[in-house]
């Protein structure tokens, strides 16, 4: 069971707010997906996550077939009984492990063999495998493998890479509507890297096949946020109005936001708990360097108005302390802290798309977080 209802088209940009209806949960859009890339949200527990307000989390395929292995997830009938996780999974499909491993690994017309950087043992990963251990994985929208590409890259090699993606993307949704008991969904990924016209090719070629979604793939790969803008800009109106439109990898709170207005439901990214692990904290009025001595005796809570467990318990000085002694709660509470703030920012643009007040709410969400920590105040 998968279906998307555009609830709301924004008056001011492109904003559209949603609803996805899964046979684990409904995800309302826009939304972020905290990555969970071994099948754990790192230092959370489920119960953590659900208490920040994670509708859907992100696992990764390539990690998830090498270890635990698809054998142990079929003992649990997937990851959602093997982690606890009783609310919507979306993987990916390995290709962009493969890419930032290439050196372990090669591209043919039938897929990736690579290493294991773990062991070192040999595999292949192609389109059809790809469907097949998200099938075991047991994710409810699944992504079709593809060839991503860093930058800058020249026009021939962006173009191959997009050929490749698209002509894998029929293979997989063939092998997704071969198990006849699918539950879930498949989302095809547009190429193209940073050339306008390969990005049209490709989105035309993968919007003629029946995919629950699609993506803008191959962002956030070290380009000028400029170009990124204005790759996913020109992307995201070619995407089907009547389904999920969902920028891969990406990104700041500002990115978040500026995407949202262009059309964009779904986003990713471990910039939220990778920045908590090394003690850069979002807060609405700019972000904060926790091992800052400033914060050595500052008893003020990260953000007196911020809701999470972190803000309402603990001080600036504590987790600055906590940090500095390399204590596993530092890890704990700052990703608290930074997924909540996240998770806060999308319920309060998914409002504003509601309410039709997107413009204003984007224009206040920029003054007040070019504001500086200093004006955060009860």
């Known amino acids: 069971m998968f279906s998307f209802e555009l609830l709301k088209k924004g008056g001011g940009e492109k904003e559209r707010r949603g609803k996805i209806t899964t046979s684990r949960g409904v995800i309302e859009t826009p939304i972020f997906m905290p990555v969970g890339t071994l099948g754990s949200v790192k230092s959370l527990s489920v119960e953590d996550l659900k208490d920040v307000g994670a509708q859907i989390i992100l ?12 054998t142990i997830l079929d003992l649990f009938d997937g990851l ?12 990916d499909s390995g290709g962009f492990q493969v890419f930032s491993l290439a050196d372990l690994s090669k591209i043919t017309e039938q897929g990736y063999s690579f290493q294991s950087h773990i062991d070192g043992s040999k595999h292949m990963m192609t389109p059809e495998k790809s469907v097949e251990i998200q099938l075991s994985i047991g994710s409810d929208i699944m992504m079709c493998l593809d060839q991503c590409i860093g930058y800058p890259a020249g026009k021939k090699e962006t173009e191959n890479a997009m050929h490749l993606t ?36 490709s989105a035309e070629q993968i919007c003629e096949i029946d995919f629950s979604g699609f993506a803008v793939g191959g962002l956030s790969v070290g380009e000028p946020v400029e170009l990124m803008y204005e790759m996913a800009e020109h992307n995201l109106p070619m995407l089907p109005e009547d389904k999920p439109r969902y920028v891969m990898g990406v990104g700041t709170p500002e990115n978040l936001v500026t995407l949202v207005g262009m059309g964009a439901d779904m986003f990713d990214c471990v ?94 969400f920029f003054e007040d977080r070019n504001k500086g920590i200093d004006a955060l105040t009860d």
């Open 59 to 70: 696992g990764n395929t390539y990690h998830l077939y090498l270890r635990p292995g698809c």
């Open 80 to 91: 959602h009984r093997f982690m606890n996780w009783d609310r919507p999974i979306l993987t």
């Open 166 to 201: 698209n002509r894998w993307a029929k293979r997989c949704y063939d092998r997704w509507q071969e198990d006849n008991s699918r539950d879930n969904a498949l989302f095809g990924i547009v190429q193209g890297g940073m050339y306008k016209d390969l990005r049209k090719i």
């Open 271 to 364: 910039m939220p708990t990778r920045n908590a692990r090394n003690g850069k904290l979002f807060t609405r009025h700019g972000d904060i360097n926790i091992s800052n001595a400033r914060y050595a005796d500052d008893t003020k809570p990260l953000d007196p108005l911020c809701g999470c467990e972190t803000c309402r318990n603990y001080s600036r000085a504590y987790l600055r302390h906590l940090y500095k002694s390399r204590e596993l709660l530092s890890y704990r509470l700052n990703t608290i802290h930074n997924l909540y703030y996240y998770l806060d920012l999308m319920e309060n643009i998914r409002n504003a798309v509601f309410n039709s007040d997107f413009k204003n709410f984007k224009s206040n």
